[in-house]
């Protein structure tokens, strides 16, 4: 569940390998346990492990950590405890916790992976109990869903937010830097002066950041303890250019309201704004007094209403704000799947026609499709999703060919970019008719509108080129091979008042800008009557 459409790392599993280990004798024919009992102490029995004269040896195999799917499943399935410890080489630590009888081998292995989490850790055994049984009942479901969020969205990692007018950069450490526009005070540094020049918000110093929203005139950031700091517009239901939020707030402010929920993401949309919690639940502010979300709220409401019906009991590990509708995406025990909610203009909800949806709604066709949902990305008027087997499908207004197809048509419904489909995608990220996908070897491609040189696309000598013209099918972004590094995140302008800009993050935490820079959101210096760059640069701040 940890987190957003920042970036999007695959759930990684680190190899440990093979040691020497003394030989066990034992007897042969080795007798069979019995099921009804765990033998966790031994017996006397010749050929039955003696757990008594080494208890914590099952633990090791707990401490190692990163232990596969598949690794688990074997230490369920094996009828003897020697046949599955004889194979596996994690014995080398002291345990961490003394073992619970009552639980398979698997599941406290996926237990102790849980406490190593950042998001479980601080959670009292109340809190557990109560996630575990929102999760299915089981600790390996509750470690599926944490490590489907840490595969959302770049929690307590670096990541670059290139927002309306302005933009937020997080280091690895929590730092926070911003720039550009800044009207509402957006930049939080007490001021409204524009700032071409990444600065450090001060205010902050202290607090770890770990993930960042930014929409039209307003900013959100959220703690690692699940605080939630906003500045800017002083209204959860501005419009892009409405009447709300008369009063500025210039510095982080924490948001009293949500001061009761561990906040894990914030996603910032038209007419209203969304977080989700620690626990998987989906919480919405105003949009109105027609219940378009399911509940009843004013435009000005400033309380935290659940997302309800069919995501009440459903935990969800991602959530992507697009105008006017939400896309939440769900981990349960038969695996992932995609609610949405709100407008269906364009068919951007993704369930075969263009009607509104006032709760949210499974989107059935993955199941069509045989695809597990990883990623969920809403732009302005289209959606995109990464499957676990690295498959891409978009829906939505398709103008300009953001949705990938080779052409400018609606669809209703996720449709497979089959243009891709010799590529492994990771990340993909969705903005005003725009659609950038990263692959699992860094590589950058890009669709749709090229309004503001936005995708990329600059290939003349003298950088002007078609870099405005727009791209019906994924590109290859040759400019980002140039920087010698593998992209890990791309993050664009998700407005449709706004011209675009684009960031991308490398591995090493370099941060490459391009797009329209007028407002200083590129933190890049433009000079004379420059107001885009047509080529990544590289911004002076290193992310590490």
Known sequence: MDA?????????????????????????????????????FGTSIPGEFPLAANPSIVLHVLTACNLDPQDLAKLEASDLLLSSLATCSFFRQPANFAPDFELSISELAALDMCQKRGIFKPMTAEQRQELKQRCGGSWKLVLKFLLAGEACFRREKSQAIAGPGHSIAVTSKGTVYSFGSNSSGQLGHGTTEEEWRPRQIRSLQGIRIVQAAAGAGRTMLISDAGKVYAFGKDSFGETEYGVQGSKLVTTPQLVESLKDIFVVQAAIGNFFTAVLSREGRVYTFSWGNDSKLGHQTEPNDVEPHPLLGALENVPVVQIAAGYCYLLALACQPNGMSVYSVGCGLGGKLGHGSRTDEKQPRLIEQFQLLNLQPMVVAAGAWHAAVVGQDGRVCTWGWGRYGCLGHGNEECESVPKVVEALSNVKAVHVATGDYTTFVVSDDGDVYSFGCGESAS??????????????????????????????????????????????????????GKLYAFGAGDKGQLGIELVANQTERGNPEQVDIDLR
């Open 455 to 508: 995708l990329g696309h600059s290939t003349a000598t003298d950088g002007q080129g078609n870099r405005h013209a727009n791209v019906l099918a994924p590109e290859l972004v040759t400019s980002l091979k140039q920087v010698n590094e593998r992209v890990v995140q791309i993050s664009l302008t998700n407005s449709i008042y706004w011209n675009a800009h684009t960031f991308a993050l490398t591995e090493s």
């Open 4 to 40: 957003t459409a920042s970036g999007t790392p695959t759930i990684q599993y680190h190899n440990i390998p093979d040691q020497p280990i003394t030989t066990i004798v034992v007897a042969t024919p080795v007798p069979t346990f019995e099921r009804r009992q765990r033998h966790c």
